[in-house]
């Protein structure tokens, strides 16, 4: 009798393990809605995570350092204005079909053509040749030192079967393929798009055929759903039918399902939060005020307010105008913090009387954190003899709003990430004059010493001149005070244990670029 | 023709021409909030001729009565324009989302009908007793709350405390259902899948039951009430003095009376929850039109706001048709009226 007990326990054991070993590993995470699948219009976080996982590039951010490392490209060569690459020989699409140049022309050409996401990136890119069949060339009409650094942002995609799913259009191109890359993927990535509804869920399969190999750890299926509310990403995860969360659930939520024995994913250095203050505007056209407020701000209370446990926080101190770890950063010992009298000392060279002004300080409706940051300005200011008043915004209001310097807030809060990890998408978009006026630039700044040393940051031909012109610029940005630079940065995920993501919590494997930290092969589930 | 097919008519014309002073209305409404579509839609490092180029392919350089000149010319081809939100055609969207939201409703009325009439009529049959305060207190629960307060609390109860049921989307992801008419139970039970019919409607049932709460509670206050007052009535006294059964009472001579203001607000709700839902569908993640209503009202998508609300308004309008038309078929001063004259 206990031989046959045995026997069948051991049975039993063999058939679970074997149960295991066949067990569909799946991944189920959520974004904010939509999910963009077109590479062409794609932007923001949902649709990076797309696109690091069905598409790749010819580069990739090197992890846990500074620099690129070939990817779909073996080697480049090239500065200044010319750019070749040797691809690999050995990718071939989902399709099946084999990668070349012509399908990193055409990739270009799609993006600048359609002229939506991020296709800004390679306004300075004249034309693309494909020299022979793995062999390409990108001509820039002058030097921009950032040009590898964008390529992160250019996802190969599949000319041959977009040719095939060319919509109706204007011109031969018709739609460039548009309406079919909306619902279905054409890259080589490591998986396949099974199902996408853009407000609903993507569900994605892992692709055999990898150039670089998929661990076996890493999720056969990924299930990315969009818009869950808080309560339910809570209630799902602690059901176990959830296993990462996006970066938007409250910092309380976040503690409680920490206290539960979830993980906390982080992602940083790619970015920062920044109070804007309306340069073109009475009382803060006049430095001294700007100054003054910036100085009156509580820099330890903010990282307060925005942590989550007492080694996490979806922030840490600020440096200065830029996230630290980037050309031009500050030391993280040289953190910036509160004087009050130097506030008042500001406050009484500037030509405006603080006894005959409010200033208003305007909060973004769909970013609830904001709103208490905003109630600590308005108690610093207070403390210094400036009042105040409070405005909650919509976004889409926002961002009409703030073409027009007589219609922007005095004092705006925006979160701005560096899209290619390089300073010049963190910089250049907020503080040059010829791009004031939008969301990320409700300064309105106009100041000439700025735009030139922006421009010699983008030029910069060595690492020691770019470092050396972002320093400066660094230098004149605390100068006058555009900005309030409340903290870098930090987004933080919960995660349920038995998911492993280096890249999202060991600093020797993150890359310096929000997103891919979500590349789904390097992940693995238990 | 019948006073009903009369009334059908009549109703159908004016419904016609409240269709098209909404898409009027909410066709100026969108062009007048805040934010330039075409701005929000490329984002903060569009340069100036990219916003520019979609301004001319949304046709927002042209007056606004061109606009709705082409916006007319469109629909007569039964498109709607392009989603800024999903660029997807609104048509397909609307197509994609409808469904999902439909079935919610659907699933919500169904227990309305089913709990909230039976409730008012069994209060009312117990006037001022025990069971006559209870569902009062019950239906007063259920109309003071909003459905999204009961939507978290039905979460927190029966999802996160007794884990009994699902809370996110229409179906477990195990189950792959082909689609075929885009209603989830249609196509389970089309194909065959009866596990999957299963698995469905124990999805449905959290999100409906807290959309249908507060209905229950209007549908089964109103019932009460009616069924009081007509039980009052000389010609219950009669049917009772002719010795008829109780039931038949009951059924005959005080429910169907009391049925028709019932019907009327049971009606408005079927439409009204079209456009209420939105909440229970995000906390649900429930893929459905409601909630890609407000996604791209914050989003200032105008062909898709358009789309949705004339969606809304149609709903509205059928919902008020069919509630006339079985007043009509229940009511026969409605019924016979105009053959009497």
């Known amino acids: ?526 | 023709m019948s006073a009903v097919l009369k009334l059908l008519a009549g109703r159908l014309a004016i419904s016609l021409l409240v269709l098209a002073g909404v898409s009027m209305l909410i066709f100026a409404i969108a062009r007048v909030i805040p934010g330039d579509p075409a701005r929000i839609a490329l984002g903060p490092n569009a340069t100036p001729e990219q916003v520019e180029k979609l301004r001319q392919e949304l046709r927002l350089d042209q007056p606004i009565w061109l606009q709705y000149g082409h916006f007319l010319s469109d629909l007569s081809r039964g498109e709607l324009g392009t989603s800024l939100y999903t660029n997807r055609p609104v048509t397909r969207d609307i197509a994609q989302f409808l469904p999902a939201t439909l079935e919610l409703i659907l699933a919500a009325g169904i227990l309305m009908i089913c709990i909230g009439l039976p409730l008012g009529i069994v209060a009312a049959k117990n006037e001022g007793g025990f069971i006559d305060n209870l569902v009062r207190v019950v239906s007063l629960l259920g109309v003071s709350a909003p459905s999204f307060v009961w939507a978290v609390i039905l979460m927190i109860l029966f999802a996160f405390f007794l884990p009994l049921f699902p809370i996110a989307g229409r179906i477990g992801t195990q189950f792959d259902v082909p689609q075929i008419t885009g209603f989830l139970f249609v196509d389970c039970l089309l194909t065959g899948k009866l596990d999957a019919l299963a698995d469905a409607l124990w999805h449905v049932a959290l999100p409906a039951f807290a959309l249908a709460l507060s209905g229950i509670g209007q549908a089964a206050r109103l019932t009460r009430a009616n069924m009081v007052e007509t039980y009052r009535r000389p010609h219950i006294e009669m049917a009772r003095s002719y010795g008829f059964p109780e039931w038949r009472i009951a059924r005959k001579y005080a429910f169907r009376p009391s049925l028709i203001p019932s019907l009327t607000i049971i009606g408005l709700d079927f439409a009204a929850m079209l456009g209420n839902a939105f909440l229970v569908e995000a906390i649900f993640a429930w893929p459905g039109l409601s909630r890609y209503g407000v996604a791209v009202i914050l989003r200032k998508d105008l062909n898709a706001i358009v789309g949705t609300v004339l969606i809304i308004s149609a709903a509205f309008l059928i919902a008020n048709l069919i509630v006339d038309l079985l007043i009509a078929l229940i009511n026969p001063r409605i019924r016979h009226g105009r053959d009497r004259s």
């Open chain 1, 1 to 526: 009798m206990p031989r046959l007990l045995s026997g069948l326990l051991a049975c039993a054991l063999l058939a679970l393990s074997a149960l295991a070993a066949n067990a569909e590993r799946v991944l189920r995470l959520d974004e904010v809605a939509v999910g963009e699948l077109d590479p062409a219009k794609a932007s923001d976080y949902a649709d990076s995570i797309l696109m690091f996982n069905v598409y790749d590039t010819l580069v990739l951010p090197r992890q846990g350092g500074p620099g690129h490392t070939p990817h779909l490209a073996e080697s480049w060569v090239g500065s200044g204005t010319e750019y070749t690459f040797t691809l690999r020989s050995d990718v071939s699409f989902q399709s099946g079909n084999p990668m070349t140049a012509e399908d990193v022309k055409f990739s270009f050409d799609r993006m600048v053509s359609i002229g939506q996401g991020l296709s800004f990136l390679f306004g300075n890119v004249e034309s693309v040749d494909a020299l022979d069949t793995y062999t390409v060339r990108f001509n820039l009409s002058e030097p921009y030192a950032p040009f590898v650094s964008a390529l992160v942002r250019l996802p190969i995609v599949d000319k041959q079967l977009v040719m095939n799913n060319l919509g109706d259009g204007e011109g031969e191109m018709g739609d460039w393929g548009s309406e079919y890359l909306s619902q279905n993927g054409a890259g080589t990535g490591a998986y396949i798009v099974k199902s996408h509804n853009p407000q609903d869920e993507t569900v994605m399969v892992k692709f055999d055929g990898y150039f670089l190999g998929v661990n076996e750890r890493a999720p056969d299926t990924v299930r990315l759903r969009y818009g869950l509310e808080a309560a339910t990403v809570r209630t799902l995860i602690a059901q176990g039918e959830h296993d990462i969360s996006s970066q938007w659930l409250p910092p309380e939520v976040k503690k409680a399902l920490a206290a539960d024995g979830n993980q906390l994913l982080t992602e940083g250095g790619t970015g920062s939060f920044y109070f804007k203050m309306n340069t073109m505007k009475e009382p803060l056209d006049d430095v001294n005020c700007r100054l003054a407020i910036s100085s009156a701000f509580d820099y330890e209370s903010v990282l307060k307010l925005i942590a989550i446990t007492d080694e996490i926080s979806e922030g840490t101190a600020a440096t200065g105008a830029i996230t630290a770890g980037m050309f031009g950063a500050k030391p993280t010992s040289q953190a910036l913090s509160r004087d009050v009298e130097a506030a008042k000392a500001h406050l009484a060279q500037c030509r405006h009387d603080p006894s005959t002004f409010s200033v208003e300080i305007s909060w973004i409706a769909e970013v609830p954190l904001e709103e208490r940051l905003a109630l600590l300005l308005q108690a610093n200011l207070a403390e210094v003899g400036i009042s105040s008043t409070i405005r909650k915004v919509p976004w889409a209001a926002f961002a009409g709003m703030v073409e027009n310097p007589d219609n922007t807030p005095n004092i705006s809060q925006i979160f701005v990430t560096a899209v290619t990890g390089d300073p010049d998408t963190l910089l250049y978009g907020m503080y040059h004059s010829s791009k004031a006026g939008t969301w990320q630039s409700p300064e309105h700044l106009s100041d000439a010493q700025v735009d030139m040393l922006l421009d010699a940051g983008r030029a910069g031909e060595t690492d020691g001149e770019r470092e050396s012109a972002y320093s400066a610029l660094n230098d004149r940005l605390l100068t006058i005070a555009p900005s309030i630079y409340g903290f870098d940065s930090q987004a933080v995920f919960v995660a349920r244990p038995g998911i492993s993501v280096p890249a999202l919590s060991d600093p020797n494997m993150a890359f310096g670029l929000d997103t891919m930290g979500f590349a789904f092969r390097l992940m693995e589930i238990e």
